[in-house]
């Protein structure tokens, strides 16, 4: 699987956000802590939210399907403090590759996860489509838009700026 981009803003509601890659020792613990998953360290950082403060945003695959599915983690001190709800696409669909991840800095929290999926039914079954996937955070929860992230992603975006262009139409 090729990694194609990262992008994480550093800025959160106004609070200073950490924004760095994981350290080998937080790698080691991560693939202790979460066995049964393909780790997307290129993906995952360590960020500021409220109400958790700072967090590993770990962002990781499953393996037991022959593609792989999205699991997103919220990792404080060695364990899980919040795990973000699969999509729609990630329970019909398998990702067949990521492509980012971008926290943005609105006064609601908003990630945007880029990737591309293959449906594995009919003759289009093989043939990888990006989609957006576009989660708002409410206090101690994320949720995912799943009406919006169909609409952006049926105009053919093919990036976070593609992304973000289509949010600031129709925020």
Same mark, same amino acid.
């Given at each position: 699987?090729?990694?194609?981009?990262?992008?994480?803003?550093?800025?959160?509601?106004? #609070?200073?956000?950490?924004?760095? %890659?994981?350290?080998?020792? &937080?790698?080691? &613990?991560?693939? /202790?802590? *979460?066995?049964?998953?393909?780790?997307?360290?290129?993906?995952?950082?360590?960020?500021? *939210? &409220?109400?958790?403060? /700072?967090?590993? #945003?770990?962002?990781? /695959?499953? =393996?037991?399907?022959?593609?792989?599915?999205?699991?997103?983690?919220?990792?404080?001190?060695?364990?899980?403090?919040?795990?973000? %709800?699969?999509?729609?696409?990630?329970?019909? +669909?398998?990702?067949?590759?990521?492509?980012?991840?971008?926290?943005?800095?609105?006064?609601?929290?908003? *990630?945007?996860?880029?990737?591309?999926?293959?449906?594995?039914?009919?003759?289009?079954?093989?043939? %990888?489509?990006?989609?957006?996937?576009?989660?708002?955070?409410?206090?101690?929860? =994320?949720?995912?838009? /799943?009406?919006?992230? +169909? &609409?952006?992603?049926?105009?053919?975006?093919?990036?976070?700026?593609?992304?973000?262009?289509?949010?600031?139409?129709?925020?």
């Amino acid at each position: 699987m090729r990694v194609l981009a990262v992008v994480l803003s550093l800025g959160l509601l106004g #609070l200073p956000v950490v924004a760095r %890659p994981l350290n080998p020792t &937080e790698v080691g &613990e991560l693939s /202790e802590l *979460l066995r049964d998953r393909r780790l997307l360290t290129r993906f995952s950082r360590t960020v500021y *939210l &409220e109400p958790w403060g /700072e967090v590993l #945003l770990v962002v990781s /695959e499953d =393996f037991s399907q022959p593609f792989g599915k999205l699991w997103i983690y919220l990792v404080q001190n060695g364990a899980v403090v919040y795990t973000l %709800p699969q999509s729609q696409a990630d329970t019909t +669909w398998s990702l067949f590759e990521l492509k980012a991840v971008h926290l943005t800095d609105s006064p609601t929290p908003r *990630l945007i996860i880029l990737g591309d999926y293959i449906t594995g039914v009919g003759e289009r079954a093989a043939i %990888p489509f990006t989609y957006a996937l576009l989660y708002s955070q409410d206090g101690n929860r =994320f949720t995912v838009d /799943e009406t919006r992230s +169909w &609409e952006i992603s049926q105009a053919g975006i093919s990036s976070i700026a593609d992304v973000e262009a289509a949010l600031a139409e129709q925020p």
